[in-house]
């Protein structure tokens, strides 16, 4: 863990913790506007349509002027968006800044990411990669406190997140580091994935569903059952604080049976935790930060199982097209999770928000069984070792520890 990468590391954590701010105040800031579930959706599914879009057009922008001032212009972009949400409240001007805002984001994780491939080699990649995914997570966690440090109705927490988002660039553009190159265009063969391996593409998707949900209206869920805005921080930090925290032990004990078990039976847990939140909301029962907790832990999981399986069925040189083709995957199942959200609590109330993920978690469950008896398990020995993923860019992926530098790009027909 050299100086420079702890600096690169600071600076974009610092920008994320304005990104997890922005994120979870848009959602409580729409609710008071009076827009509807479905408008919300709507616009939290735009951040997700600008990240789509940044990964397949980002790597070209960044060639074409060079890292620092593809940095410095996503920053500016995104900081300017942040402002422009609290100066104009309207849902079809949100739903345009929100896909810059994706877009910005995209293009930033690019950038430090590849700064970060560039300081790192051999056995310290993994373990960068590892300390990378979980300060991430930290990050946008600590953002949801900073809810309580103004008005949501006023300017002053877009603008909070707009400064937020300023800083994390200075130490960024100071740091003495060669500018790498983003040689791939991201791509992605979908029908040889899915041939490849059926569940982990599956998983990727239903993992992307719940999470997307989670990000784009759980803010939303908590303002329609009207918990106050420290209530609605502590929901969203306990669900990243579990995801943060159970991911390993749940991932060490996929390394150790057959994976397509775990995942199953996560997917079962996720589901059950999902309708006891339900129960929760219906009931009025107290219990709804300690569920949001264990919903992280296990929601979180699913998505570094379903690539851990994946990869239990590629040739080593095959991993880094694969990999980036299930974050798109993921990428496009969290376009779809607030927007199902959205239509499920303007049919349900705010109940429609866990009966999405526990509906999703199920079909997981239930498709992981049918792979069950397609398939053959994978000898434990011969599988992967899980390692924990958070929704980034595709250019972290050159760090993970099981990508060869030199891919090949054909993926195998399924065995």
């Known amino acids: 863990m050299t100086p420079t990468i702890l600096i690169l590391l600071s600076g974009l954590g610092l920008l994320l913790v304005g990104v997890g701010l922005l ?5 409580v800031r729409a609710t008071l506007a009076g827009f509807s579930n479905i408008d919300i959706g709507l616009i939290m599914a735009g951040y997700y ?27 500016a972009v ?4 942040s402002l422009a949400f609290g100066l104009i409240i309207h849902p079809w001007v949100w739903l345009v800044l929100r896909i810059l ?3 910005c984001v995209v293009g930033l994780y690019m950038v430090v990411e590849s700064w970060l491939n560039e300081q790192s080699a051999g056995p310290a990649r993994g373990r960068i990669f590892s300390f990378y995914m979980m300060s991430t997570l930290v990050a946008l966690g600590a953002g949801q406190l900073l809810l309580l440090a103004g008005d949501t109705t006023q300017l002053t ?16 553009v100071i740091t003495r580091v060669h500018e790498p190159r983003i040689e791939q265009e991201v791509s992605a063969k979908f029908t040889e994935l899915l041939r490849a391996s059926p569940l982990g593409f599956i998983g990727a998707l239903s993992a992307g569903l719940v999470n997307g949900a989670f990000w784009g209206m759980t803010p939303v869920f908590g303002q329609r059952l009207a918990l106050e805005e420290g209530q609605i921080a502590m929901l969203m930090s306990a669900t990243i604080l579990g995801g943060a925290l159970l991911q390993w032990p749940i991932g060490h004990l996929s390394d150790r049976l057959d994976r397509r078990v775990v995942l199953t039976v996560t997917s079962l847990a996720t589901a059950t935790v999902a309708a006891v939140t339900a129960l929760i909301v219906i009931r009025g029962y107290p219990g709804l930060i300690g569920s949001a907790f264990l919903h992280g832990g296990l929601m979180f999981s699913l998505y570094g199982i379903s690539v851990a399986y994946a990869y239990d069925h590629l040739e080593q040189g095959q991993v880094l097209e694969a990999t980036r083709g299930l974050l798109l ?3 496009v199942g969290a376009l779809s999770g607030p927007l199902l959200a959205g239509i499920a609590m ?13 509906t999703t978690a199920t079909i997981l469950a239930l498709f992981g069984l049918y792979r069950m008896s397609r398939r053959a398990a994978t000898p434990v020995a011969e599988q992967t070792e899980f390692v924990p993923l958070v929704r980034t860019s595709p250019v972290v992926l050159e760090m993970h520890p099981d990508v060869d530098p030199a891919p090949e790009f054909d993926l195998p027909e399924q065995r």
């Open 23 to 27: 994120g979870t105040l848009l959602g």
């Open 49 to 75: 349509a600008g990240y789509i879009v940044g990964t397949l057009s980002v790597p070209r922008m960044i060639r074409n002027v060079g890292h620092i001032r593809a940095f410095a212009a996503f920053a």
């Open 78 to 81: 995104g900081a300017s968006a």
């Open 101 to 103: 805002s994706g877009l």
């Open 157 to 172: 927490l877009f603008a909070l997140a707009a400064i937020l988002i300023s800083l994390g660039v200075v130490p960024v």
């Open 329 to 331: 995957i993921y990428g």
């Open 346 to 358: 303007d049919l349900f109330g705010p109940v429609g928000l866990p009966v999405v993920s526990a």
